[in-house]
Each structure stands twice: as structure tokens, then as C-alpha cells.
């Protein structure tokens, strides 16, 4: 049966560039290659796919084929020879014919990630996969982080127990990831997976982060909603307020009212540099219920509100007629 022409083969006109040539043939190798190619012949296919390109991109051996065509190939007992004397063999496929590696391989890394198929020798060895990484949490307090603290975790690669350092001030979600701490690798050769630590802020029940009436979950700075009775409020005195570094007296001015702010300096969070935050302390009055007053007492308010200024003055107030 006649060879079928490498020209064809390839798709190309007996006039191509070798760039031409060459992006022929690496398209039709991801087409024809055995590991994607399900025909029963893809095998040969693709042999004769190489032995083409094989002899069309070596400018010597395609000056040959163009003068004596397959003929100018096949000597005794089947070696390929010419006028040149060329011949070749491809490790895993049929004699008679040589490869180019690198245009090859890239097939390969288009397809298969830089691995050969099966029963090709491989074009670099895979690096060694590392094993999986391991995510936990761990939650702490507020007081917790003020400073840099430290926290002992047991690892998942070793089974010991090993130190995990937390910044002062981490913000809630933010993620530590301690190196080769995490699952073993599955091969020999491989690196451990990692660590990765969340940490999760337990909400505090009197102080939030972020400054007054602006929440901010990486801040340093805490805010403390003050209850005041209408006494305290109406006289003033002073108050302990229950900070991040122990309890503050503070003066409350006589006359203060409800969302008046208290800043109270560096009795906030720290952070690893060394900046501490401030603590804003929100005055909220809390005035009795009338239910709870007899009417003598709720009497005595009336005529204690009436000595004061006057509430609702001006035109803005006034009915229009």
C-alpha cells in the first residue's frame, strides 16, 4: 500500500515555513494523540503523525523526502536510510523514526500538565505532591488579645503540641498558617501540608470594636455603652468603668446627658507594633418607668423639669395656623 504523503499528513502545502510546519503539527498532535484519542488505530495515528514532522522540520531530511520521497528511506532489511545515511527510533513507538523532544514535550504540557501518557517515558520527573493542609479555629476573647499572646495547639503532621503566636488586636476571621503542620504527604518526598489557624472573637458583653456609632471588627479602639440613673446623670459623681486593662474611675460632670462620649486614652487593644487603642464610653440615661413611681414622686419631677430650661422652644415647634 503507498505511504500516504507527509505533506498531507500534516495539512500542509509542499511550500510551508517551519514555523507553518510546525504549528501543524502540534495542532494535530492534541487531536490525534492516544491519550485523547479514542480510535482503535490512534496509536498508529499518532506514529505517523511524528514520523511526518519528524522528517518535514529537519531542513536536511526534508530535502531528501523532497527529492526521492519514501523511497529514498527504506534500505535493507527495513533500515531507514538515504543519501544522507539518517535514521532514527522513538523509545515507546515503532522504529524507524526520531522525535524532537522539546515540540513533543509540548504537547504533553498542554494536555497532561507536563506528565506523558501511559507507556511514554516521562519529561521531567513530577514534583512531589505535599500533603493537604488542615484548617481549625480558635476562639478567644477580647482580653485575649490585647496583647501578643501565645497558644498551644496539637499539630495534625506530628501529633505533638506546638506554640502558635497571636498578633495583638488580630481582627475576627483573620487566618495564621503555621508551615508544614498540616496532613503528611501521601508519596515519599513530599512536604507536609500546613497549619491554617481562623481565629474567632467572642463577642464581649459590654464592649464592641470600632469607635462610637462606627463598628469596625479590625480596630483597636472599644466602645462601652454607660448606663447612668437619672440621679447620677442629674448630679454627676464618679462611675468604675470595666476596661481591656482594669477597672477606671470616671467623673461623670453633673448634667450629662443621654450619648454624651467619654474617651478614656490607650484602655483599648494593642497591636504588634505597640499602638494601643482608647476606649469610648457612651453615656445612656436610663430614665424610671412611671410605673414604678408613686404619684408624689412622679409630682416631684414635674416640679423639678419645670425649674430647668424649656424643652421644644422656637418657631420650628410652633403650630402652624
Not at 58 to 70: F, S
Not at 123 to 144: M, N, Q, T, W, Y
Amino acid at each position: 500500500m503507498a505511504k500516504q504523503d507527509f505533506y498531507e499528513i500534516l495539512g500542509v502545502a509542499r511550500t510551508a515555513s517551519a514555523d507553518e510546519i510546525k504549528q501543524a503539527y502540534r495542532k494535530k498532535a492534541r487531536l490525534v494523540h492516544p491519550d485523547v484519542n479514542k480510535e482503535p488505530d490512534a496509536v498508529a495515528q499518532f506514529e505517523q503523525l511524528q514520523e511526518a514532522y519528524d522528517v518535514l522540520s529537519d531542513p536536511d531530511k526534508r530535502k531528501q523526502y523532497d527529492l526521492y520521497g519514501h523511497a529514498g528511506r527504506v534500505g535493507a532489511a527495513g533500515q531507514a536510510t538515504g543519501p544522507t545515511g539518517w535514521h532514527g527510533g522513538w523509545a515507546g513507538g515503532s522504529p524507524g523514526f526520531e522525535h524532537d523532544d522539546d515540540d513533543l514535550g509540548s504537547v504533553f504540557d498542554a494536555f497532561f500538565g507536563g506528565q506523558r501518557g501511559p507507556g511514554r517515558a516521562a519529561r521531567g520527573r513530577a514534583k512531589p505532591r505535599r500533603g493537604e493542609d488542615v484548617r481549625i479555629d480558635l476562639e478567644l476573647s477580647l482580653h485575649d488579645i490585647v496583647a501578643n499572646t501565645t497558644r498551644t495547639i496539637r499539630s495534625v503532621a506530628s501529633g505533638r503540641e506546638i506554640s502558635v503566636t497571636v498578633p495583638a488586636g488580630i481582627a475576627h476571621g483573620k487566618t495564621l498558617r503555621v508551615s508544614n503542620e498540616g496532613k503528611p504527604a501521601a508519596g515519599s518526598g513530599g512536604s507536609p501540608g500546613d497549619l491554617l489557624v481562623t481565629v474567632r472573637i467572642k463577642p464581649h458583653p459590654l464592649l464592641q470594636r470600632g469607635k462610637p456609632q462606627h463598628p469596625d471588627p479590625e480596630s483597636l479602639d472599644v466602645t462601652l455603652h454607660l448606663p447612668l440613673t437619672l440621679a447620677e446623670a442629674v448630679r454627676g459623681g464618679k462611675v468604675d468603668i470595666p476596661t481591656l486593662r482594669g477597672t477606671v474611675g470616671l467623673t461623670i460632670p453633673p448634667g450629662t446627658g443621654c450619648l454624651k462620649v467619654f474617651r478614656l486614652r490607650e484602655r483599648g487593644l494593642g497591636s504588634p507594633k505597640g499602638a494601643i487603642g482608647d476606649l469610648y464610653a457612651v453615656a445612656q440615661v436610663v430614665v424610671p418607668s412611671g410605673e414604678d413611681l408613686t404619684p408624689e414622686q412622679v409630682s416631684t419631677l414635674e416640679e423639678i423639669a419645670n425649674r430647668g430650661a424649656a424643652v421644644r422652644t422656637g418657631s420650628a415647634w410652633e403650630s402652624s395656623s
